[in-house]
């Protein structure tokens, strides 16, 4: 088991207004949640500065979607580690399957962007999983070990989060069973050779099923898309039962 961490993947969703208001309700609606449990929001670059600022270190942290490799240098459109590190930025989605499927992510780019992260002192939270087809051709567990593997090589496992995230069942409403969920998680983390590494569930987690989900012995938190949007919602399933 591994430190219990809900965070939320606004993908492409919220301005800075929309997110200091979403603050603003989530702060007041946690007051109540266990202090073991680490809350992350991992919002679009552009309103991290200011979410930083509104959160001053509290209990919840602030996570980026992507960084690359290099410090600096002409790769228009990319986020280097130190412009989010000075942003207060503690955590970094790497590997998502909508980069993976619509930017080009490969295996190899998300290894890279896991050691940046490292190297500035982020944590990465490396997202894997398998495609409808992979898993109708039984292919679930190749598959993940593969995007393990080439994910992890040279990685330090004393700073790293992994998402199991099923394709299929990412905005879907298709949620894995949790014992399924957790059956493959149980797969990834005998890959690992730190065996407190956080393992999250992802895809269409939601305030109705992250009771079920979080009460299996291998699952050790949430990424949570759609339903981190709202923060009624999201404090819902921060404060599981
Ligand atoms: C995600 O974006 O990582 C995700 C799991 O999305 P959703 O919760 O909407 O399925």
């Known amino acids: 088991m591994g430190k219990i961490i809900i965070a939320g993947n606004w993908k492409m969703h919220k301005t800075q207004a929309e997110a200091l208001e979403f603050l603003h309700v989530l702060k007041s609606s946690l007051e109540e949640a266990n202090e073991a449990r680490e809350v992350v929001l991992c919002a679009p670059f552009t309103a991290l500065g200011i979410m930083s600022k509104s959160l001053h270190g509290g209990l919840i942290r602030l996570g980026a979607q992507n960084i690359h490799w290099k410090e600096n240098g002409a790769y228009t459109g990319e986020i280097s580690g130190p412009m989010l590190t000075e942003l207060g930025v503690e955590y970094v989605v790497v590997g998502h399957s909508e980069r993976r499927q619509y930017f080009g992510e490969t295996d190899e780019t998300a290894n890279y962007r896991v050691i940046a992260a490292q190297s500035h002192g982020l944590t990465p939270i490396l997202c894997v ?6 898993r109708d051709a039984g292919e679930t567990e190749t ?7 080439r994910g992890l090589v040279d990685v330090d496992q004393n700073n790293l989060v992994i998402a199991y995230e099923p394709i299929w069942a990412i905005g879907t409403g298709d949620t894995c069973e949790a014992s399924e969920a957790n059956r493959v998680i149980g797969v990834i983390r005998e890959q690992l050779s730190n065996q407190e590494v956080t393992i999250q569930y992802g895809g269409s987690v939601k305030a109705n099923n992250i009771d079920e989900i979080m009460a299996q012995p291998e699952i050790d938190g949430a990424l949570v898309g759609g339903a981190s949007l709202d923060p009624v919602g999201f404090a819902r399933i921060v404060n599981y039962h």
Do not use: C, D, M, P
């Open 129 to 134: 999983g398998e495609t409808k087809s992979q």
């Open 143 to 149: 598959v993940i070990i593969n995007q393990i593997k």
